[in-house]
């Protein structure tokens, strides 16, 4: 495999992200680890849902695989290879990442924004015009209508489907994301958690997740991964995570049950 260009870890189901006793320590030596002894293989095609309450180490887990940072034990690989041995640059452009807030270049439009990395990859103009028409499309915004306008000018579903359509742009075989509905009001949020669950069935994408709501994992995951202090406390199918008997677990389930309720 060329350490250039992230291909997509071959047929669906061969592994293309794993964690192999990932340690992660901020600060000087003797520092807590936010990270401790995470062993984790994730495989081609899976949508993947980091859960966990906040400190649990869901976001630090997913900056290492695009190298934002670097373990301090263990290793990460990306199809095969360690995340180390990647040209950094082309590591990050084969993965697509999005987050909470978007991210978007105030200072650009939508459609430079959309095309970012397509540009910086040198496509020709109309292959990137074609392309971005086209993650418009898949996303449910009108490419003319909305090709000119800046952030400022969208409201917060439009931009999160603009963030979307940026991360899709340039094809990347693996998305990460990080609660990329959160900051969305709670029906625009179920309506963007249910189309982004019908287009990742679609496009057998490679995504790693992240949240704290067990709703929205059952709704978007193929496989739940809960995380508390640093550790992997279960790993299950979305079918089945409910039902363990870990008692983290049955204590999200119960928590959802009770916001039901009182809804």
């Given at each position: 495999m060329s350490s250039q260009t992230i291909a997509g870890g071959g047929a669906s189901g061969d592994p293309i992200i794993?964690?192999?006793?990932?340690?992660?320590?901020?600060?000087?030596?003797?520092?807590k680890p936010i990270l401790d002894g995470i062993?984790?293989?994730?495989?081609?095609?899976e949508t993947v849902v980091l859960l966990g309450k906040s400190g649990a180490g869901k976001t630090t887990l997913l900056k290492?695989?695009?190298?934002?940072?670097?373990?301090?034990?263990?290793?990460?690989?990306?199809?095969?290879?360690a995340t180390g041995a990647w040209d950094?640059?082309?590591?990050?452009?084969?993965?697509g990442y999005?987050?909470?807030?978007?991210?978007?270049?105030?200072?650009?439009?939508?459609?430079?924004?959309?095309?970012?990395?397509?540009n910086l990859e040198?496509?020709?103009?109309?292959?990137?015009?074609?392309?971005?028409?086209?993650?418009?499309?898949?996303?449910?915004?009108?490419?003319?209508?909305?090709?000119?306008?800046?952030?400022?000018?969208?409201?917060?579903?439009?931009?999160?489907?603009?963030?979307v359509a940026r991360a899709l742009a340039a094809d990347p075989p693996i998305l990460l994301m990080d609660e990329p509905f959160g900051a969305l009001d709670p029906v625009t949020r179920a309506d963007l958690q249910r189309e982004f669950h019908e287009l990742a069935e679609r496009l057998a994408k490679t995504i790693v997740l992240v949240t704290h709501d067990l709703r929205e994992a059952?709704?978007?995951?193929?496989?739940i991964v809960l995380m508390d202090k640093g550790r992997v406390v279960a790993d299950a199918s979305a079918e089945s995570f409910p039902s363990?008997?870990?008692?983290?677990?049955?204590?999200?389930?119960?928590s959802q049950q009770s916001t039901v309720e009182e809804s």
């Open positions: 794993e964690f192999r006793g990932v340690s992660y320590s901020a600060g000087s030596n003797g520092a062993s984790l293989t994730i495989r081609s095609g290492l695989v695009n190298r934002m940072l670097v373990p301090s034990h263990g290793e990460v690989f990306v199809e095969g290879q950094v640059i082309r590591l990050r452009r084969g993965i999005v987050i909470q807030h978007v991210g978007l270049f105030p200072h650009f439009n939508v459609r430079r924004n959309v095309t970012l990395v397509p040198k496509w020709p103009k109309d292959r990137q015009e074609k392309r971005y028409t086209e993650v418009m499309q898949l996303v449910g915004l009108d490419a003319r209508e909305f090709g000119k306008r800046l952030p400022h000018q969208l409201s917060g579903g439009q931009r999160q489907r603009v963030g059952l709704v978007l995951g193929s496989r363990l008997a870990q008692p983290l677990v049955q204590e999200y389930v119960a």
